[in-house]
């Protein structure tokens, strides 16, 4: 299942979660056209934080992805403080949580790279094009060195600290086939 940024923004601000869009639905919300399986997000890791996610998160069965089935794991309040980085697998796709991020930092660290940016008709909090690349480049996996190019082309036409193309008045993401 593709992972759908709309139903994750609307269910994290809903419950008044803090988090920042981060990879491959950062790169399309800036105006690359690509697919992504995940949504990949940055969030604060405060207690109030971290309460509000666990809640929202639980009735969508967040699971550990790649672990073999059936291996014990709890969703709540003290695995996430106990913990850092989570790869789900929920009923709404899959989530990739990140306390902290490579070339980025955690939420605090990164919240002054981000811009707000409107998709699906929701606000929601986005790294810079900029920042986008420095973190693409710092996790040096060959699909998100694939993707810098066409980053790098995208900062040079648009200039940086441009807005996301995709925000404000521009057309709407579409959610990758």
């Known amino acids: 299942m593709i992972a759908s940024l709309e139903q994750f923004a609307s269910l994290l601000q809903g419950q008044g979660v803090r988090f920042i869009v981060i990879g491959g639905w950062a790169a399309i919300i800036h105006g690359i056209a690509r697919n992504t399986e995940d949504v990949d997000l940055v969030y604060a890791r405060n207690a109030d934080n971290i309460r509000r996610l666990v809640e929202a998160l639980r009735p969508h069965?967040?699971?550990?992805?790649?672990?073999?089935?059936?291996?014990?794991?709890?969703?709540?309040?003290?695995?996430?403080?106990?913990?850092?980085?989570?790869?789900?697998t929920t009923s709404l796709g899959d989530l990739d949580l990140l306390?902290?991020?490579?070339?980025?930092?955690?939420?605090?660290?990164?919240?002054?790279?981000?811009?707000?940016?409107?998709?699906?008709?929701?606000?929601i909090r986005v790294v810079t094009l900029e920042r986008l690349i420095q973190l693409k480049r710092a996790a040096g996996r060959t699909k998100d060195l694939l993707v810098l190019s066409e980053l790098q082309a995208l900062l040079e036409e648009n200039g940086p600290g441009k807005p996301p193309t995709k925000g404000g008045t521009g057309p709407e993401p579409t959610q990758p086939t």
């Not at 089935?69 to 790869?87: I, K, Y």
């Not at 306390?99 to 980025?104: D, F, H, P, R, T």
């Open 99 to 123: 306390g902290e991020v490579s070339g980025g930092g955690t939420y605090e660290e990164l919240l002054p790279f981000t811009e707000e940016a409107t998709a699906f008709g929701i606000t």
């Open 61 to 88: 069965q967040p699971y550990l992805r790649g672990v073999p089935p059936g291996l014990p794991f709890r969703w709540d309040e003290r695995t996430v403080q106990a913990g850092l980085n989570f790869t789900l």
